[in-house]
Structure formats: structure tokens, C-alpha cells
């Protein structure tokens, strides 16, 4: 079968199976099979490709048409400037994340030196984007997952980041080491309930640890936010991802603990998802 041929099959497939972009995810899979571009893909679709290519690839579609999200296919996600290294032991990072990258590199200039804290650090996109735009902060990353420190390990290995960020394995309430001029979080913040009703990609294979904010959605964000008024210095700045409806809420509990909010911020949706705040 040739390259075009193939990418059909694969898209009829997934669309028949109600996945949402079945060309687009056709392609990218197909790319990865072959390990080569989706250029090459454009220019040559009467190539024929062989049998260990052919396997690869329906191998894939048939993980893809079950709902497992292309970001744990193929191990890899786009996020800010970088591509980082992703598996079923973190959570992918979203384009609505960015938001924090984005503000914390409008807040201080290129001259700052910071330390910075970044609570629940996954695959470590958060830090990492920002370590790589900022030469002169360092970091620090924390998170409760042991796999998920190993694959922020990585990914500072694969930026060449690994002189200026240390990891740990702690849950945030253990964690007592430095103070810092800037923390960032993205914690867990659906509620229990609300589980059951994301989208199957979600629900079924990202990691519920990462995902669940205890019964109301703010369990976690409670812990952080008491945690981070210990570890953060006078006038450091905090920056937190939270849920669409949950901005009232959080700007409560930071208040309660010491933070003055400068204000919350919109994604890509226009939900408020993230507020910066400035410790007291």
C-alpha cells in the first residue's frame, strides 16, 4: 500500500470510531511510524511502503481508535517553545497552560535572577519553558509521582537545562527546602464527581493523581496554596492554574493565606484559568 492509501484507511477508521481529527491523526501516526516528516508524507504519497512500517502504523490506529490520547502514541507534546517527552505517567501539557510561561516572562525582564518553585511538576513543561526563556532563573520541581520526576528529569537532560533545576519526589507538605521569589502550580482541580464526565481520552488514560482535586476540586488547591505562603519570600509573586468555575473560590483561599491577587487571567476559551498573586 502506498503512503496515501494508508493514511486513508487509518482516517476511516478513526471516524468511524468518532475520533474528533481522524485525517490529522492519520498522518501524525503514519509520520511517526515511518520516522519521517509530515512533508515527506505531502510529497510523496504513491510511496510504497513495507510490511514492519505497515504493522507500526495499524498498530497505533487500532490504540488511537480506542481513545488513547496521540500525545502517549507517539511520546511527545509540543508546549510553549519546546517539545517534551510525555507517557501515561503524566499529565499532557495544554496549550492553556502557556498562560503562566506567558506572564511570568512579561512580569521579569531577562536580567532577573530568580528561584523558582514549581509545585506538581509533571512532565516539568511549566519550569522548563521558563528556565529556557530566563538564563538567569533556577528551579526547583516537585512532584508526589516518583515517574513523573524521572520524565522532568528527562526533559531538562533533552533542553540541556539540567545545571539550573533540581527535582524532587515529594508530596508538598513534606517539601522544606528554600525560600523563593517565584512559585507556579498547576495542581489537581476537577472535583471527584466530575471525573467520569471528561472526555474518554482524558478519563481513561491520563493519571487521576494529576487530575483529581478531591471532592469539591479544591483540596489540592488548598495544600498548595497553605504550602507556598511558607516556601515563597515577601513580595514573590505565585502564579496558579485553576478550573473554569473556580476563580471566586481561589482568590478566597489566597487571600485567607496571606496573598494579594493582582488578577486572574482568561485562556483560549475565555474561562478564567489562572491567577497571578503576590505574597503579602
Not at 126 to 135: F, G, N, V, Y
Not at 218 to 241: D, H, P, Q, T
Amino acid at each position: 500500500m502506498n503512503i496515501q492509501n494508508i493514511i486513508n484507511k487509518g482516517k476511516n477508521i478513526l471516524k468511524n470510531n468518532n475520533i474528533a481529527n481522524p485525517y490529522l491523526d492519520s498522518e501524525i501516526l503514519l509520520s511517526e511510524s515511518i520516522n519521517k516528516g509530515k512533508k515527506h508524507i505531502m510529497l510523496n504519497p504513491k510511496e510504497i511502503l513495507n510490511n514492519e512500517h505497515l504493522d507500526c502504523f495499524n498498530s497505533l490506529i487500532e490504540r488511537r481508535k480506542k481513545g488513547e490520547p496521540i500525545a502517549y502514541l507517539i511520546n511527545k507534546k509540543e508546549f510553549w517553545k519546546s517539545e517534551f517527552y510525555v507517557n501515561k505517567n503524566v499529565l499532557i501539557p495544554r496549550p492553556d497552560t502557556e498562560i503562566i510561561v506567558e506572564q511570568v516572562l512579561k512580569i521579569y525582564s531577562k536580567n532577573s535572577q530568580l528561584q523558582v518553585l514549581d509545585i506538581g511538576t509533571g512532565s516539568g513543561c511549566i519550569l522548563l519553558s521558563i528556565l529556557k526563556e530566563r538564563a538567569n532563573f533556577y528551579g526547583i520541581g516537585i512532584d508526589i509521582s516518583k515517574k513523573s520526576i524521572d520524565i522532568s528529569k528527562l526533559n531538562a537532560k533533552k533542553l540541556k537545562l539540567n545545571n539550573r533545576v533540581k527535582f524532587y519526589n515529594s508530596d508538598v507538605d513534606n517539601f522544606k527546602i528554600g525560600k523563593y521569589d517565584l512559585i507556579v502550580s498547576n495542581p489537581p482541580y476537577i472535583e471527584l464527581f466530575s471525573l467520569k464526565y471528561l472526555e474518554k481520552d482524558v478519563a481513561n488514560y491520563e493519571p487521576k493523581l494529576a487530575l483529581s482535586g478531591g471532592f469539591d476540586g479544591f483540596s489540592k488547591i488548598r495544600k498548595v496554596v497553605s504550602k507556598a505562603s511558607k516556601l515563597i519570600k515577601k513580595n514573590g509573586k505565585f502564579i496558579l492554574e485553576f478550573g473554569f468555575n473556580q476563580k471566586n473560590k481561589v482568590k478566597e483561599i489566597l487571600n485567607k493565606e496571606g496573598f494579594y491577587v493582582n488578577k486572574a487571567l482568561k485562556d483560549y476559551g475565555n474561562n478564567y484559568r489562572c491567577i497571578i498573586s503576590t505574597k503579602i
